[in-house]
Each structure stands twice: as structure tokens, then as C-alpha cells.
């Protein structure tokens, strides 16, 4: 099994779409906080270390509402991480599409996530753990490698 990871990153549909590249998908789709607002396709699972806005998010999503959701504890590397960390529970393979973990703006912050650089420590001393992550873009592509159709 494998699990796509949606991030906010403003890269999220450019990620999508070369993704398709690789192949029709067939594995979970996970969505990290806002990501399931906008996200207009079937998703699986949920995550957030945010909680107190979830109820909102949910609430304000035009899709599916039979997918679980998880309020992760805090991880130290974002609630993209806790999603990833979720997702390897379900799937053997995880990429990740709109998490480059950059300062590129979000869906609904164009002027960028300043906070990017905080997070990079976590990923760095977890990257053993992540051996079946790869990323579509940005630092985390760079740092964990890209998918590609073998991969897969």
C-alpha cells in the first residue's frame, strides 16, 4: 500500500499533476490541516496537530466526510511530519505532494511559512525513519528524494 501526503504548499496541484505523470494513483490520500478545505477529491485520513481547528476545517469541506480523522501530539517537525508518521503506519510507501517544507507560500498564506527553517531539524534526525518517504518537491525532495515510476 502505498499513501500520498497533501501539504498546503502553493505547489500542492503542480505536485499532483506530476505525480499523475508517474501513473494512475491508487493508494490513501492523507490530508494535513487546511489541505482538506480545498482538497475537492476523495481523501482517507486527516491529520493535524492543530485539534481546535479542525471541527472548522471539516466543516467547511465540499468532498467526502467518511474519512478518519487524527489530531497528532506534537512532533517537533509540523503536522505535515505527524502525517507522515500516521501515514507509515498505513502504507509502505509515502510521497509527499505540497510539503516542501520551504518558505513558498500556502494555499492561504501567500506571503509565505516563515516558520519552514524550524522544522528542518526534525526531518534531518528522522530521516532513518523515512527510508519509504519520497517528495515531490522542495527541501524535502531534496532531502529525501523524488519518487519515480519504479519506486512506486
Known amino acids: 500500500m502505498k499513501a500520498a501526503v497533501l501539504g498546503s504548499a502553493d505547489c500542492l ?26 482538497y475537492p477529491h476523495d481523501i482517507d485520513v486527516w491529520v493535524t496537530m492543530h485539534g481546535e481547528k479542525l471541527d472548522w476545517w471539516r466543516s467547511h469541506r465540499t ?11 506534537e512532533c517537533g517537525g509540523s503536522s505535515g511530519a505527524a502525517a507522515v508518521l500516521e501515514a507509515l503506519k498505513l502504507a ?17 498564506r501567500p506571503g509565505g511559512w516563515l516558520p519552514a527553517d524550524s522544522h528542518h531539524g526534525w526531518w534531518e534526525q528522522n530521516k532513518d525513519q523515512l527510508v519509504n518517504v519520497r517528495s515531490m518537491s522542495g527541501w524535502t525532495r531534496e532531502l529525501l528524494g523524488a519518487p519515480t515510476k519504479e519506486w512506486l
Open 13 to 38: 496541484a503542480d505536485d499532483l499533476m506530476r505525480l499523475a505523470d508517474l501513473g494512475p494513483w491508487d493508494g490513501l490520500v492523507v490530508v494535513v490541516n487546511e489541505t482538506g478545505v480545498f
Open 63 to 73: 468532498g467526502n466526510d467518511d474519512h478518519e480523522a487524527i489530531v497528532a501530539p
Open 92 to 108: 509502505d510507501k509515502v510521497v509527499l505532494c505540497g510539503m516542501p517544507m520551504d518558505k513558498r507560500p500556502h494555499l492561504r
